[in-house]
């Protein structure tokens, strides 16, 4: 489970060479009968920097469980403060197969869930703290700012306030407390099967999502 250290953050600052923003990316490997996910089929797609190198891209697929989710956030909260003293991004992906567009999620909701799950895949019965179940927190990237830029680019990208019931606001929820702070935000992203989008149009949109984190750290992010 999740430890009960604070993340310690970076201070806001750009390097004179080198990137100046670190993006990590996650996507969800294969789930019952899928055996290719689509998150994890358009991480693999995705560059190791954009921006001319401004921008550098950590991937990690994470399997479909609580206990991968939590060793990715422990380990990332011991690892934050070795980042350069530059703004990190952690872009979390996850399939919303009901979805005919990508969507940008605002927000995570505390509340248990895998109540419909198998026993292999349900190992989180005391995940949330009872003294906040169902209540809110916010990516603090500028979601609707995000979007706006979207629609204006003609990408078939929209807004959510509803992650799910299962890992992925699971993963939003814990990465968003227990990661999020000054100068480190978080964000989740539902993207779609590829009937509905092809995969090389998801990836430009995720590719694009990238680029444009720089103008949209204006969020809910807490001091």
Request: charged share 30%; aromatic share 8%; hydrophobic share 35%.
């Amino acid at each position: 489970m999740i430890s009960e250290s604070k993340p310690c953050c970076p201070k806001k600052g750009e390097t004179e060479t080198g990137p100046k923003m670190n993006v990590i990316v996650t996507g969800f490997g294969p789930f019952r009968d899928i055996t290719e996910n689509p998150s994890e089929m358009i991480l693999k797609e995705l560059k190791d920097s954009y921006a001319d190198g401004a921008i550098k891209v950590e991937k990690q697929a994470l399997e479909v469980n609580a206990n991968s989710c939590d060793s990715f956030i422990n380990k990332h909260k011991e690892e934050i403060c070795k980042k350069e003293n530059i703004p990190v991004v952690f872009l979390h992906m996850g399939v919303d197969a009901n979805s005919w567009l990508v969507k940008l999620e605002k927000q995570y909701v505390n509340r248990r869930i895998f109540d419909l799950c198998t026993t292999e895949l349900c190992c989180a019965d005391s995940i949330c703290k009872k003294s906040e179940y169902n209540s809110c927190v916010h990516s603090g990237i500028n979601v609707d700012k995000l979007a706006k830029l979207a629609e204006e680019a003609e990408l078939k990208v929209k807004t959510s306030e509803n992650a799910g019931d299962y890992l992925c606001n699971y993963l939003g929820y814990m990465s968003t407390t227990n990661l999020q702070c000054k100068d480190v935000y978080t964000l989740f992203v539902h993207v779609t099967e590829f009937y509905s989008i092809p995969k090389e149009e998801q990836v430009k949109i995720i590719e694009w999502i990238i680029t444009n984190l720089p103008k949209c750290l204006d969020g809910k992010s807490c001091e």
